[in-house]
Nanobody, 118 residues
């Protein structure tokens, strides 16, 4: 069992920045990828950014050039640096971990609220 603990959400004005963190409760040796998703009421959860075990990154078109996903392997932590935030970025952000352990495994964080005021 792996638990993911997120932090760093909050209220920020448009144009501001926030950094989200997600720490896994133990070391995972066969990570496929880590990702950040977000969800607003009435909408499906959508992927924001991904990072593979090899360090390759991917971003949703809506956040390209503004958000940066990174990881600190020694701390079992993934980050999401969010810059130039807009009210459209307001959502609950979820961390996701996908790894191999007798099959493909998946875990989610509890979510952290990000609110961007205009």
């Amino acid at each position: 069992q792996v638990q993911l603990v997120e932090s760093g959400g909050g209220l920020v004005q448009a144009g501001g920045s926030l950094r989200l963190s997600c720490a896994a409760s133990r070391t995972i040796f066969s990570i496929n990828y880590m990702a950040w998703f977000r969800q607003t009421p009435g909408k499906q959860r959508e992927v924001v950014a991904t990072i593979t075990s090899g360090g390759s990154t991917g971003y949703a078109d809506s956040v390209k050039g503004r958000f940066i996903i990174s990881r600190e392997t020694a701390k079992n932590t993934v980050y999401l640096q969010m810059n130039n935030l807009t009210p459209e970025d307001t959502a609950v952000y979820y961390c996701n971990l996908n790894w191999q352990d007798r099959g493909r495994q998946n875990a989610w964080g509890q979510g952290t609220q990000v609110t961007v005021s205009s």
